[in-house]
C-alpha cells in the first residue's frame, strides 16, 4: 500500500525495517526497496520480490559518516574527499567492506557499495530505524526504476507492504557509482552526479572497462522499458504515426498531430532532462506503443547518464 511519508508512517516503516520487513521509500535519485542491512534474511526477501539474481549486489544506505565506518573496512583519503564533496547525494563509494555487511548483500564480494541519500525521507528512515539499509531500485529486475510511489505499485503491487510517497524524484537517475582502488578511481555507472564534477575534487575517473562487467547495471541491456526504443538524432523524419511515441529532448514546434510526444525539457536543461526521463519511459511505456524514439541528447555532463539509460533501453530489443 501508498503511504503519504510523514513521520507516523515513516516510524511505521522503521519498525517494519527493524522487524525484518521489507518498505519502498523515496530517495533524491530514484524509489529504493529497502530491508536492514545487517540482516541477511530480511536482504534476502528484497531479491524475491524484484526477482532478482543473488550475482547483483546491493548499494548500503547510511545517515551518518559513524555508520559509514562501520560498514566499510578502510575509508582512504579520496573517499573521504569525495564524500564530503557529494555526501548526501547520489555518489555510490565501492569499497572494502566490514564483516557486520552479509554476503548476500555483496553478492560474496569482498567490497560494499554505499551511498548516503539526501532525500529528508530516506535519510529519517535510516534514522528511525537504526541500522544501514540495503536497497536496489525498487522495480522487477532488468526493468525501469521507480521515480513516483506509482510507478512502484504499478510494477511490485501488493508484494510490499509499505511504500511511502515522498513525490517525484528530484534527480529521477540513479545515483554514479564508483570504485575507490589503490591506483585510483574506477566509474561502474553514469548517475547524479556527472564525472566532470567528480574529477574536480577527486583527480582521473577511469571510465568502465568494458570487458570485466562489475556491477550488473554496466549490463548492455538493463532500465529497459517494454516497448521497443530507437534513438535518432533527427525526429522529423519519423512517419507521424498513432503507435509511436517520441520522447523529445526540449519542447518545440513540431508537425506531428498523431504521434504520442513527451519532453525532457522546456529548453535543454540536463537537470530537467534526467529528472523527468524514467517518468517519460513509464507514461509512453503503458501506452503499449509499437515503437518509442528517443531524441538523442548531448553527452557531456548529466547528459551521460540520460544516454546510457536511453542505450541501454534500446539494445534490450535489438
Ligand atoms: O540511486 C541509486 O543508486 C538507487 C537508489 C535506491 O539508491 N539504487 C540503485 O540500486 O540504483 P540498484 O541495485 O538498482 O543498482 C546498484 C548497482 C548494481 O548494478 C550493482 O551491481 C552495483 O550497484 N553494485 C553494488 N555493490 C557493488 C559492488 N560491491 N561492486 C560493484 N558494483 C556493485
Ligand atoms: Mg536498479
Not at 156 to 167: S, T
Request: proline content about 7%.
Amino acid at each position: 500500500m501508498i503511504y503519504p511519508a510523514t513521520e507516523t508512517f515513516i516510524h511505521e516503516a522503521a519498525h517494519s525495517i527493524r522487524l525484518g520487513g521489507v518498505v519502498a521509500f523515496p530517495t533524491e535519485t530514484v524509489y529504493g526497496l529497502g530491508a536492514n542491512a545487517l540482516n541477511a534474511e530480511a536482504v534476502a526477501k528484497i531479491f524475491e520480490i524484484k526477482q532478482r539474481p543473488f550475482f547483483d549486489p546491493l548499494i548500503v544506505h547510511v545517515a551518518s559518516h559513524e555508520m559509514t565506518r562501520e560498514v566499510v573496512a578502510t575509508l582512504p583519503d579520496i573517499a573521504l574527499r569525495c564524500m564530503k564533496a557529494f555526501w548526501p547525494g547520489p555518489l555510490t563509494l565501492v569499497l572494502p567492506k566490514s564483516a557486520i555487511i552479509p554476503q548476500i548483500v555483496t553478492a560474496g564480494l569482498d567490497t560494499v557499495a554505499v551511498r548516503m541519500p539526501e532525500h529528508e525521507v530516506a535519510q529519517k528512515l535510516i534514522h528511525a530505524s537504526g541500522v544501514p539499509i540495503a536497497a536496489p531500485s525498487a522495480n522487477p529486475f532488468g526493468y525501469l526504476s521507480p521515480t513516483t510511489a506509482e510507478h512502484v505499485f504499478s510494477q511490485l503491487g501488493d508484494k510490499v507492504e509499505i511504500i511511502l510517497d515522498g513525490g517525484k524524484c528530484p534527480v529521477g537517475v540513479e545515483s554514479t557509482i564508483i570504485k575507490i582502488e589503490d591506483e585510483g578511481i574506477v566509474l561502474l555507472r553514469y548517475g547524479g552526479i556527472p564525472v566532470e564534477d567528480i574529477e574536480a575534487v577527486a583527480g582521473k575517473v577511469s571510465v568502465i572497462r568494458k570487458q570485466e562487467v562489475e556491477a550488473p547495471g554496466q549490463l548492455p541491456y538493463h532500465y529497459a522499458p517494454e516497448t521497443k526504443i530507437v534513438l535518432v538524432k533527427d525526429v522529423s523524419k519519423i512517419p507521424d504515426d498513432s503507435s509511436y511515441g517520441i520522447i523529445m529532448y526540449k519542447k518545440r514546434d513540431v508537425a506531428f498531430k498523431n504521434i504520442h510526444i513527451m519532453y525532457l525539457s522546456d529548453d535543454g536543461d540536463l537537470r530537467q532532462a534526467a529528472a523527468n526521463l524514467f517518468t517519460c519511459l513509464h507514461a509512453l511505456d503503458a501506452l503499449r506503443l509499437s515503437v518509442i524514439y528517443a531524441e538523442e541528447i548531448p553527452e557531456i555532463g548529466l547528459g551521460k547518464a540520460i544516454m546510457d539509460r536511453l542505450k541501454k533501453a534500446q539494445a534490450r530489443h535489438s
